[in-house]
């Protein structure tokens, strides 16, 4: 155990209380970015005359042998040190002697920390959404294999209308899009830099921050150190974003679920993605769709964790925002396990259209038959009833529109014609819709397109 400030203190620290408070064995996480800060650190100090020449390049390359043995081989980022700060900052001494004791001058892990994170995040934010991308790519590929096959569309989970099979895969993507706009701002939000700030008042030395920013590839710096060693909000948008990101990949995988089951079986789950019983042996389970969906509340907690931590802390840094890590580094894993899990459960999904579009037809027509009446003039409010009338006759009868004569139709109401049948049928329900953001075929065909390009231009864009 190795710690930065056993100057002030008589006794050695006590093992377990030290080991209660070191967080090298998660922070490890952060080597990589923490020896980028210190490199850049290095150059300000020499830039500021703190350090000469010689100091300046024996540090740069310590930094940089630190950091290729690090890459070369994880298992080197090891140890008994407080925390990945120290842990550097003890190799560079051990390779330096004194000029590497100059490394730490005019700054504090409370900034470098926050450094390391806004780098970590800035660096691994880009892979989660390409990671989104190719699970909007594959709700794509299934929406155009879909072709024109119809599926009900559910409120209260009751049939509601017909509505294409495609609009239905377009639904959740265009949720994704929402997400991966919710990530490009936490990592346009971790965009600041923090140094310059000292522990928490600034520091001493002429440090040139715009410069630094630069260096770092920051576009700005942080308005205020006080603020600085504690804000946490670029970390709290991060876990929001995966939260809600882990929110809709549950829905998703709860509508699968359902969907893939025998009772609806409008789609099949691919074997090579389901998991027997050790008992029954007729089971095929959906097991990875039951993951995705109970590992949604793991990510929330660890957003509520961060708010919860945060809301009572004195200005400045606190011990307590040691605690911000681990949620982040866990809802990072957890959202990439579920995004390429749930991109292997989609790209392999068979459509059962015969189930599918019969479970579309019957009376969830009873809007098109209301909307009918209101074309030849009826009052909506008044056709409601007229149907809802004729709907419970037909439950009652344990019928539905498709068998009415044209008699009985007119039993019902005078304005029913003979086009009636041909009218009532779940492909003219979807055609029949108006509006971009519906179920009609062209506005589909006009949504798909538009996901296509949406997809293209992200894969086009620069890493971040
Ligand atoms: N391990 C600490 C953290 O994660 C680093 C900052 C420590 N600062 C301090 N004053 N003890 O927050």
């Not at 952060?30 to 020449?53: H, I, M």
Request: overall charge negative; some cysteine; charged content about 25%.
């Amino acid at each position: 155990m190795a710690a930065l400030w056993s100057g002030r203190f008589d006794a050695e620290p006590d093992r377990a209380t030290f080991e209660f408070g070191a967080s090298f064995r998660f922070d490890r996480r952060l080597f990589e970015d923490d020896v980028t800060g210190s490199l850049a650190w290095v150059e300000a100090l020499a830039a500021a005359g703190v350090l000469s020449e010689a100091e300046r390049a024996a540090l740069a390359g310590a930094l940089t042998a630190i950091r290729d043995r690090g890459r070369q081989d994880p298992a080197f980022v090891d140890g008994a040190d407080e925390d990945v700060h120290t842990f550097v900052e003890r190799l560079v001494v051990e390779m330096v002697g004194e000029a590497g004791k100059r490394l730490h001058t005019g700054r504090s892990r409370n900034e470098q920390v926050s450094l390391d994170l806004r780098l970590y995040l800035r660096r691994r934010i880009p892979a989660l959404r390409a990671a989104l991308v190719r699970l909007a790519a594959a709700l794509a590929d299934q929406a155009d294999r879909a072709g024109g096959a119809l599926m009900p569309s559910y409120t209260h989970l009751r049939p509601a209308q017909p509505i294409l099979v495609a609009h239905f895969f377009l639904a959740h993507a265009a949720a994704l899009r929402r997400d991966d706009e919710r990530l490009a701002a936490a990592a346009r939000e971790a965009d600041a830099l923090p140094l310059g700030s000292g522990a928490v008042a600034g520091t001493r030395y002429a440090i040139d921050v715009e410069a630094l920013a630069a260096r770092l590839g920051f576009s700005t710096v942080v308005l205020n150190s006080l603020d600085a060693s504690s804000d946490r909000d670029f970390v709290l948008s991060f876990l929001q974003a995966a939260a809600v990101t882990m929110v809709h990949l549950s829905r998703l995988a709860e509508d699968l679920i359902i969907f893939c089951s025998d009772e609806f079986h409008f789609f099949e789950l691919s074997d090579a993605l389901s998991t027997g019983s050790s008992m029954m042996p007729q089971k095929k389970n959906p097991d990875p769709l039951e993951l995705v969906r109970g590992k949604a509340g793991r990510v929330t907690g660890h957003l509520v964790a961060l708010l919860t931590t945060v809301k009572g802390l004195p200005s400045g840094y606190d011990k307590d925002l040691q605690e911000d890590k681990e949620g982040v580094f866990d809802s990072e894993d957890t959202l990439a396990g579920s995004l390429a899990a749930m991109t292997m459960v989609v790209a392999q999904l068979t459509l059962d259209r015969a189930r599918a579009e019969r479970a579309a037809s019957g009376l969830l027509l009873a809007t098109d038959v209301a909307d009918y009446l209101v074309g030849r003039g009826m009052p909506f409010r008044r056709a409601h009833e007229v149907v809802g009338g004729l709907v419970r006759r037909l439950v009652a009868e344990g019928r539905s529109f498709d068998s009415l004569t044209l008699d009985e139709w007119r039993s019902a109401s005078e304005l029913f014609d003979e086009d009636i049948a041909a009218q009532i049928t779940p492909a003219a329900s979807v055609r029949g819709k108006r509006t971009p953001q519906s179920t009609a075929p062209e506005a589909v065909a006009a949504a798909r397109a538009g996901l296509r390009e949406w997809i293209a231009a992200r894969r086009d864009e620069p890493g971040d």
